[in-house]
């Protein structure tokens, strides 16, 4: 399993209130005829707070049905109760998932120690391979350093970590404790390329959902070391790495999505329809990256 490239942190295709089947098939497709490396269903930006536990568990097992093996499925299976990270987890694993992405605890506020022994307790009930997220701008709880390799040193089938916590010193200070083989994925599109630099493998990415043949080159051209390529991909990418968070995500990007056809726009509350400021800032800044006329 190569995990690393642009992965598009997939959005959750809903029509009238209820995921939209049709269009998530559609969308995993599209996905991997643009060069996506590989997909998360179900993460924050699939709207994972708002779904029940049977639509979270049916969504993963769609998009690994449509998948069908052709690129790494990393389903969303964090919580902030520990027993229902395990449950996600289990049902991940008896879906065919390739590996799963589980969040730091959010709103409990856990100590560093509290953090490892949740991890802990997942990554022993389970064989699939698990990625850390760290994302404290939303769980407060902020996963350090020494908790990663702690962990990545304690369990085989903890193999890497989406860190978007947007600090460039993380993934180099990570990779001199933790070493080469650790997988280290951005998850904050603006700072992506420079993570790449700091020795990242890819991007757990929310623009990806909309231009995925570009995420995918950026990275394609890092790998190969080529980052005059990659910062002229940035360039066209910048603005709607910024305009696609100007309003709660994934509002935003859902909206990015309409205007290529590929879903409704519909979100649960408490998100809102987007407003038409941030609409035409979006719509702009897809003009720039030459997404849409």
């Not at 005829?33 to 590989?38: A, D, L, P, R």
Request: charged share 20%.
């Amino acid at each position: 399993m190569n995990i690393g490239g642009s992965i598009p942190a997939l959005i959750t295709p809903m029509r009238n209130g209820a995921v939209d089947e049709a269009a998530l098939r559609k969308l995993v497709n599209w996905h991997i005829k643009q060069g996506t490396n590989g997909l998360v269903p179900v993460g924050t930006t699939g709207e994972s707070p708002t779904v029940s536990h049977d639509e979270h568990q049916k969504i993963i097992e769609i998009v690994v049905d449509e998948t069908a093996g052709r690129i790494p499925v990393i389903a969303g299976t964090g919580s902030n109760n520990t027993y229902e990270a395990i449950d996600y987890t289990r049902f991940a694993a008896k879906a065919g998932a390739d590996a799963v992405l589980s969040v730091v605890p959010y709103y409990n506020k856990p100590t560093q120690e509290g953090i490892y022994q949740h991890f802990k307790a997942i990554a022993e009930a389970v064989d699939i391979p698990m990625i850390l997220y760290n994302v404290p701008g939303r769980t407060v709880a902020d996963l350090q350093v020494d908790t990663v390799d702690r962990l990545a040193r304690d369990f085989d089938n903890i193999i890497g970590i989406k860190d978007a916590s947007a600090d460039l010193n993380r993934p180099s200070l990570q990779r001199v404790k933790t070493g080469t083989d650790f997988i280290m994925l951005s998850g904050e599109d603006g700072t992506a390329l420079g993570f790449n630099a700091h020795g990242g493998v890819g991007c757990i990415s929310v623009t990806a959902n909309v231009a995925p043949a570009l995420c995918s080159q950026m990275q394609a051209a890092c790998r190969a070391g080529d980052y005059t390529a990659a910062i002229k991909i940035q360039d066209r990418l910048m603005p709607l790495h910024s305009a696609l968070f100007t309003e709660p995500s994934p509002g935003l990007v859902k909206y990015a999505a309409s205007l290529l056809g590929l879903c409704e726009p519909d979100l649960r509350l408490p998100l809102l329809e987007t407003t038409p400021e941030c609409q035409a800032k979006v719509k702009a800044a897809m003009i720039h990256a030459g997404l849409i006329n």
